[in-house]
């Protein structure tokens, strides 16, 4: 098992925080490994509650001026009163939870032979492989999820010559019905509650299903067909039972009624059994090696594009030979094992694969996986840090395609968020509140506290993902077509939102810094809202400089660039406070939680580029503090984005150490809001589970090794001493450069760029620049001379 991109174990998951996950983008799938009892957790993309409603607040825009007028009063709780009580969303359904679809369950018969028991998920691969039993005896499953052939496999190989005896059967924890078949199949159809109401939002929590409109809710299927090699099989019962075969192949496949419409799912026309049929018949006429063949194939297009080596390969080989979990352990005892960080940000490449793949949804707070009918937070959508931290590996680590889901989720946001921008605001343009679904809801019902249900700045986010998007394509085509138009709006909201305050600023007001509160001046209140936060402040900047860039990209628009460019002008610049850190809000005050997990006031130093090390030192600093405030540990997804927070002020010894914390096997059940860490299938444990911190930790590995914020190519800019020596192969750059780095001694020792662009770029290095002319898909190698100073190597033509 000394296999790098590897996670094994040498006993069956106990919980589903222990099981492997596969995934194709669409399907999803928690494998267990389980030796007399087998579970297969199976979940949909498209599989949510509820169905498309309009819950925007006709009387809140008429709240706003009294809000205003309290804030700049200095009346903060009575103001975050006025807007938890009149300006969120209409009683109606409120943001509807992901959901799960349901099991695939594998009960063997007999007395299995359990020596030399493995479970293994092997990255390279995507393929999940349980084996034990003895020479003679033993048994091999191998599973995967094929988004070529849109189905799961599930291959059962046995030596025992009494064959493979078992019972496959389907159920879900949804309303459902199972039919068993004698031609080998099981269908499971089903529908969604019509409604949940989830504890999380302050609500009793419920699960209604809309009995007297059957066909409302959103409907599902789930279809399996057995293959066997010999033995003998019987349809009853809902289940399929099968006896004496040498070899078993099961392939899996789900569809829903959803059709990516607003239209009632019941009645979107699309029969989710037809569809599992249909697919089915194009899968099973294959054989298992083809079906096999073409999943790697496909897999490894965007897998291999990447690849990381912490440490020399000889000192890896020992952990490497240790089980996953027992590893994690013995790195919360303070052994060394750079090769585990390596497999931590593969993992996390592997689960964008898994959960994102164009033309699916976008990975949500689980990216694909959950089991619960009221999952933590819904499982849905949060646009205040997760969704977009769940991206930002995508263009750095060579995954572009795997945005699409996110850059399309956000035109259809862009449409309720028109809407919602008209009635609650009287603005043009769009908005993006923190909460949204597969329905693309704008806002959480009437019930919320406004440090997190209140924060119409998530559309400027979300824009900054398809600038970043064009940055490292220079795809002009997606610029004008899809880009621009929805950044165009989206700063059109903000100049009629922003306004001026008694020195003539521009400023957002009311403004929330996401789910942090602040003490008020005077009392022992805490509030959330106040005016021109600087997470607000810097999300303008950020974008009206995109808007002046794209113009002058495109060629047009320079009346509304002119527009920005004045406005940006206008707005408050960020604050140093007294202790030294960076301002939160628009004035000094003083933390209500001063290690709250969230750092939006630092947004500016990353995933934006405002604050840098070099270009606002005063501001860097000020970030650096901040930080030491917040500390190095935290939710796990909280840590993921501190180390590319430590990485962007150049701090590889801080990401480190935090890259460590997170290493932390959470074994308990519950929430925390301060300690974090991950469990033994390496998913992030905020805990509960969120796959943001996965995400994030890998952006911030490839940020510690490879930066271009900037705009040129900063080579090793936050090397930690424990990475002394170790190489990254295809992480990419803006401007559209793929990137191979390798040092030794702490020192580089050679870096190759291509180019997929003719043009200039250059290229950093402890403090020195090459300025270099680059030939699209002609590759620069670079190193350094005795004296340390950079120079080109070789240039190498035509290798793209």
């Not at 899996?252 to 699309?270: E, L, N, V």
């Not at 047009?556 to 002008?569: K, L, N, T």
């Not at 600093?621 to 796990?636: K, M, V």
């Not at 930790?697 to 424990?722: F, K």
């Amino acid at each position: 098992m000394a296999k790098g991109n590897m996670l094994w174990y040498k006993q069956p998951a106990k919980k589903w925080e222990e099981a492997l996950p596969l995934g194709n983008g669409r399907m999803g799938a928690m494998v267990f490994g389980g030796i007399r009892r087998e579970r297969l957790q199976l979940n949909e993309d498209t599989l949510w509650a509820g169905y498309p409603v309009q819950e925007d607040h006709p009387g809140a825009a008429a709240s706003l001026p009294e809000a205003r007028r309290l804030l700049a009063e200095g009346k903060y709780a009575e103001a975050q009163q006025l807007i938890e009580r009149s300006m969120l969303g209409m009683p109606g359904q409120g943001v509807q939870p992901y959901q799960p679809l349901g099991d695939l369950m594998l009960e063997f018969a007999g007395e299995p032979d359990e020596r030399d028991y493995t479970r293994s998920l092997d990255l390279d691969t995507a393929i999940a492989r349980t084996e034990f039993g003895a020479e003679g005896r033993r048994q091999i499953r191998t599973a995967f999820i094929s988004a070529a052939d849109q189905v799961m496999a599930v291959r059962i190989e046995s030596a025992d010559p009494a064959g493979v005896e078992l019972a496959v059967s389907l159920t879900s924890e949804l309303k459902h019905a199972v039919q068993a078949y004698s031609d080998g199949s099981l269908l499971l159809t089903g529908e969604c509650p019509l409604r949940v109401q989830n504890h999380n939002n302050g609500q009793e929590s419920a699960v209604i299903y809309d009995e007297e409109q059957p066909g409302r809710p959103m409907r599902f299927a789930a279809f399996v067909r057995v293959l066997l090699e010999g033995g003998r099989l019987h349809a009853g019962d809902g289940r399929l039972i099968l006896s004496g075969a040498s070899g078993v192949t099961l392939l899996y496949t789900s569809a829903t009624s959803f059709d990516g419409s607003d239209r009632i799912p019941g009645h979107s026309g699309i029969d989710p059994a037809a569809v599992c049929r249909r697919v089915m018949r194009e899968a099973e006429g294959q054989s298992f090696d083809a079906l096999l063949e073409a999943h790697v194939r496909d897999y490894q297009a965007l897998f291999k594009r990447v690849d990381l080596q912490l440490g020399s390969p000889q000192r890896a080989d020992v952990p490497r030979s240790l089980p996953t979990d027992e590893r994690l352990r013995r790195i919360m005892n303070g052994a060394e094992d750079p090769d585990m960080l390596s497999l931590v940000f593969q993992y996390g490449r592997y689960l964008l694969i898994s959960s994102s793949r164009p033309g699916t949804q976008a990975a949500n707070l689980q990216g694909i996986w959950n089991d619960k009918v009221q999952p933590p937070w819904n499982c849905d959508y949060h646009f205040n840090i997760n969704v977009q931290m769940n991206y930002w590996l995508a263009e750095t680590c060579h995954l572009s395609e795997c945005h699409e889901p996110l850059l399309d989720l956000i035109g259809q946001q862009a449409v309720t968020g028109a809407r919602t921008a008209r009635i609650q605001y009287g603005c043009r343009g769009w908005t993006a509140h923190t909460m949204s679904d597969l329905w693309r809801t704008n806002n959480v019902g009437p019930h919320g506290d406004a440090q997190w249900a209140y924060w119409p700045m998530a559309g400027a986010w979300l824009c900054s993902h398809l600038w970043e998007h064009y940055l490292f394509t220079r795809d002009l085509g997606f610029l004008r077509n899809r880009a621009w138009p929805l950044i165009r709006e989206a700063a059109g909201f903000l100049l009629d939102w922003l306004v001026a305050d008694d020195a003539g600023r521009l400023i957002t007001s009311p403004s929330t810094s996401p789910e942090n509160s602040f003490i008020v001046p005077g009392t022992d209140r805490h509030s959330s809202v106040s005016r021109a936060s600087a997470m607000d402040m810097t999300l303008c900047r950020e974008l009206f400089g995109i808007v002046i860039e794209v113009c002058g990209l495109l060629g047009e628009g320079e009346d509304f660039a002119d527009r920005c460019r004045e406005a940006r002008s206008k707005l408050p610049p960020l604050q140093i406070g007294a202790n030294g850190r960076l301002v939160e809000w628009d004035r000094d005050f003083d933390d209500a939680d001063p290690k709250h997990r969230h750092l939006s006031h630092l947004y500016g130093l990353y995933p934006g580029s405002e604050l840098t090390v070099t270009g606002t030192p005063e501001y860097a600093q000020a970030a650096r503090r901040s930080l030491e405030i917040r500390g190095n540990e935290g939710t796990g997804w909280s840590m993921g984005w501190k180390v590319a927070l430590w990485s962007r002020l150049g701090e590889g010894d801080q990401a480190w150490q935090v890259l460590n914390n997170f290493l932390a096997i959470v074994d308990g059940e519950g929430f925390d809001y301060h300690k974090g860490g991950i469990y033994p299938n390496l998913l992030c444990a905020h805990p509960p589970f969120q796959i943001d911190g996965n995400f994030g930790a890998a952006a911030g590995i490839a940020e510690m090794l490879l930066q271009s914020h900037e705009r040129d190519i900063h080579l090793l800019p936050a090397l930690p001493g424990e990475w002394n020596e170790g190489s990254v192969k295809g992480l990419r750059a803006r401007g559209g450069y793929t990137v191979n780095v390798s040092w030794a001694n702490g020192l580089l020792e050679e870096a190759t760029v291509m180019a997929d662009f003719d043009g200039r770029s250059s290229v950093r290095y402890r403090g020195q620049t090459l300025d270099i002319d680059f030939m699209a898909g002609t590759s620069v190698t670079i190193g350094t001379a005795e004296e340390g100073l950079l120079r080109i190597r070789r240039v190498d033509a035509g290798t793209a």
